[in-house]
């Protein structure tokens, strides 16, 4: 590939909770990553992993709260971010579960009148779908919502079709030569990834009783000679969700540890040592000052 073609852009991923995004982003940035860079976090995840192949780079940028439609300061702060960086980016990935719609899949779509960029629905989660011929008229209908570039059944879980959606998002996106070099990103992608997995088991051991708004910070990220050494941060919005996530003597807490710290390990490939901390952070996302604290920046 000559310098001449290479192409570099800029890709949201976006659809309500639970939709696959986190696990699409995951599986396209590959779980190969070095950590030879350690840059600090500056901002909350704007970019969230940046991918290079040999014809491109992929930079991949975060989207908070485009599938919220509440009234809450920070519902209302990440529509606005979401829509200005929805205006920003080469592509849309537009994610939806096959065979469902539902009207928050409809608010995410509503947000999306007016975009210039191309907009690629992914239809995520095929291999759940027993009866293939269900999909057929699924896509037909999808396709009368919008405008769509091309729709794609994918499985983000099992890789379906994904190297064809890499190409794809390749094709569509502009020639620029790379904006990121080497590892400059790839700490953070770490750091993201490590969040992501904290989360996921959270959300695995305490289901529906998971506060909606609970975040994971990542304190500290530190390689040492043996080990890696991690310090997150569980924020919940009230003394009561911090008893229920560290459990009875400590319990839960201790659980989600142990189950986190191995998924990393397996991860990053290294020994780490992981310390979860709670905090309650009172009423903080419904404050637009304790919100631009935690470093969610306006536009
Ligand atoms: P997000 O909230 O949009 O980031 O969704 P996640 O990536 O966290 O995924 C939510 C749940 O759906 C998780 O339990 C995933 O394992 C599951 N999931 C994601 N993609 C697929 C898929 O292609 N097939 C199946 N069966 N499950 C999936
Ligand atoms: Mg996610």
Redesign the pocket.
């Known amino acids: 590939m000559s310098e001449d073609n290479f192409k570099c852009g800029y890709i949201a991923i976006i ?1 309500r ?7 699409l982003l995951n599986h396209i940035l590959g779980l190969k990553l070095s950590i030879t860079s350690r840059k600090p976090q500056t901002t909350r995840h704007q970019i969230l992993g940046v991918k290079n192949v040999d014809a491109g780079q992929f930079i991949f940028v975060d989207t908070p709260g485009i599938h919220s439609g509440g009234g809450r300061a920070i519902n209302r702060y990440m529509n606005r971010a979401a829509s200005s960086v929805i205006h920003d980016v080469d592509v849309i990935l537009f ?1 939806v579960q096959a065979l469902k719609w539902t009207d928050e899949d409809q608010l995410v779509l509503n947000k999306l009148q007016q975009v210039e960029a191309p907009v690629v629905l992914l239809v ?2 095929v ?2 779908v027993a009866e293939k011929d269900q999909l057929l008229p699924f896509l037909a209908q999808m396709s009368e919502k919008y405008d769509f570039r091309n729709i794609l059944p994918i ?4 890789g379906d079709n994904l190297q064809e959606l890499q190409d794809y998002i390749l094709s569509l996106l502009p020639v620029n030569p790379p904006y990121f070099q080497g590892d400059e990103y790839t700490d953070r992608s770490v750091r993201f990834l490590v969040a992501e997995i904290i989360r ?1 088991k959270l959300v695995r051991e305490l289901g529906k009783e998971l506060p909606y708004q609970t975040t994971v910070e990542i304190e500290q990220y530190k390689d040492e000679e043996k080990l890696t050494r991690i310090n997150a941060l569980i924020l919940v919005e009230t003394k009561g969700q911090k008893v229920i996530v560290i459990g009875d003597k400590g319990a839960r807490l201790k659980s989600i540890g142990t189950k986190a710290r191995k998924d990393i390990e397996a991860l990053i490939g290294r020994k780490v040592f992981l310390q979860l901390w709670v905090k309650v952070k009172a009423g903080w996302s419904d404050s637009e000052a304790s919100l631009r604290s935690l470093g969610y920046d306006a536009d």
């Open positions: 659809g909770p639970n939709v696959g995004k986190s696990t994610l995520n989660k291999d759940k499985s983000a879980k099992q996921e």
